[in-house]
């Protein structure tokens, strides 16, 4: 298994659309996660932490299930504005100072 | 924004040539870590750099090397370019503690190697 894996897209969804990621992970002592967003052309930005089972942050929800080493992202009521890259990551060292990342996962919201 | 700045912005070179890029740290931040981010890949980890010692290391030759400053600056040296080599380059600066802390990243060197 590759050490970080997401689906490949790209996801072509109307605003106000619900749209799931799925990302796997090989390392089973990773203790935290993280949803990353790219915008073409430039740098990623955090968009998530995950440290437990899940996090919420408005209309974006991450959860975390470790006996399968699965991660998911989920963006309810699509926006326009959420047309990017998603990319998920795993900590390489504990202080989460070297990142592994997935290929990403492309979204494009249409109006 | 997030205070890390990286120069150049974009960058030509040719095969065999050497090539240096420069990233700013964010203020109070004592780690960089540098990616290298190929057309529709995601970033892939190259090496990491505390108090000016490299802290860590993915998978690259060792013609890529680096330096930090005191200053918590750093930079990313490329020798003997060869094509696979063209990708945009990051640069995260970050807090080293025991616990996890967020990486900002700069917004990327762009090298073309022809």
């Known amino acids: 298994r590759k050490e970080v894996e997401q689906d490949p897209g790209p996801f072509n969804v109307p605003e106000g659309a619900t749209v799931a990621f799925n990302c796997t992970y090989s390392?089973?002592?990773?203790?935290?996660f993280f949803w990353y967003r790219q915008d073409c052309r430039k740098e990623p930005k955090l968009l998530m932490s995950?440290?437990?089972s899940g996090n919420e942050d408005g209309r974006f929800t991450a959860q975390l299930n470790r006996a399968s080493q699965y991660i998911s992202l989920l963006i309810r009521d699509s926006k326009l504005s959420d047309s990017a890259t998603y990319l998920c990551?795993?900590?390489?060292?504990?202080?989460?100072?070297?990142?592994?990342f997935g290929k990403g996962t492309t979204l494009s919201v249409s109006s | 924004e997030t205070g890390v700045t990286q120069s150049p912005t974009h960058l030509i070179k040719t095969r065999g040539q050497q090539v240096t890029l420069r990233c700013s740290s964010q203020?109070?931040?004592?780690?960089v870590s540098w990616y290298q981010q190929a057309l529709g890949q995601g970033p892939q980890f190259i090496f990491q750099?505390?108090?000016?010692?490299?802290?860590g290391r993915g998978n690259f030759p060792p013609r890529f090397s680096g330096l930090q400053f005191p200053n918590y600056s750093s930079e990313l040296n490329v020798n003997a370019l060869e094509l696979d080599d063209s990708a945009l380059y990051l640069c995260?600066?970050?807090?080293?503690?025991?616990?996890?802390?967020?990486?900002?990243f700069g917004p990327g060197t762009r090298l073309t190697v022809l």
């Open positions: 750099y505390y108090r000016e010692e490299e802290n």
């Open positions: 995950v440290y437990s």
């Open positions: 203020s109070g931040h004592n780690t």
């Open positions: 995260a600066s970050s807090f080293f503690s025991r616990e996890t802390d967020t990486q900002y």
């Open positions: 990551v795993v900590p390489l060292n504990q202080a989460g100072t070297a990142l592994i």
């Open positions: 390392n089973s002592a990773s203790q935290s």
